[in-house]
């Protein structure tokens, strides 16, 4: 694990720990800055330029607390993207922070093991420079995103079907108003 690897990690860990502030509420109210990425398919994305409200989680396949969240995150997924429809008013995006592990599988090899319904667009930051951008202080974190690119809301690791319920109502509460 490099260094800034370990340094997401152990910030993300400080905050679910309780220990202090909680340091995403710092990035409320701000924009994403306009940073080409790549998908895991080799498409270009800038998340700045979305156009339309958005989930984004943080996470990465080294990251222990975001694997054990990973059925949690996958109730919201699951939740969300039904209502997305032919024409989504919102889009569910996953940003892999960093490099997988090389005792397991590739980010692609993953990816593509994963169940249908819980499948959404993977957005491959292994150079770290998208989630250093914008700020992100660890992971697992999921952001709401408006339409002009502003964070609105975030939530931590998810823990429980109860904590991916409550950020589902913050979503749907959000996007039925948007």
Known sequence: MDRR??????????????CRKDPA?????????????????????????????????????WCGPCRIDEPHWDEVVRALKPQQGANPRFD?????????????????????????????????DRTQRLAQSIGIPGTPLALLIDAKGEVIDHAWAFKSPRGAARFVGKVREFVGSA
């Open 5 to 18: 690897t370990f340094a997401v990690s152990a910030f993300g860990a400080l905050a679910l720990s309780g």
């Open 25 to 61: 509420t710092v990035l409320h109210g701000q924009r994403l800055p306009s940073v080409r990425a790549s998908l895991i398919d080799g498409t270009g994305i800038n998340l700045a330029t979305l156009g339309r409200p958005a989930v984004l989680r943080f996470w990465g396949l």
């Open 92 to 124: 569910l995006l996953s940003v892999h922070i960093g490099m997988a592990p090389r005792d397991g599988p590739s980010l692609p090899v993953w990816a593509a093991s994963r169940p249908q319904e819980a499948a959404i667009p993977i957005v491959d």
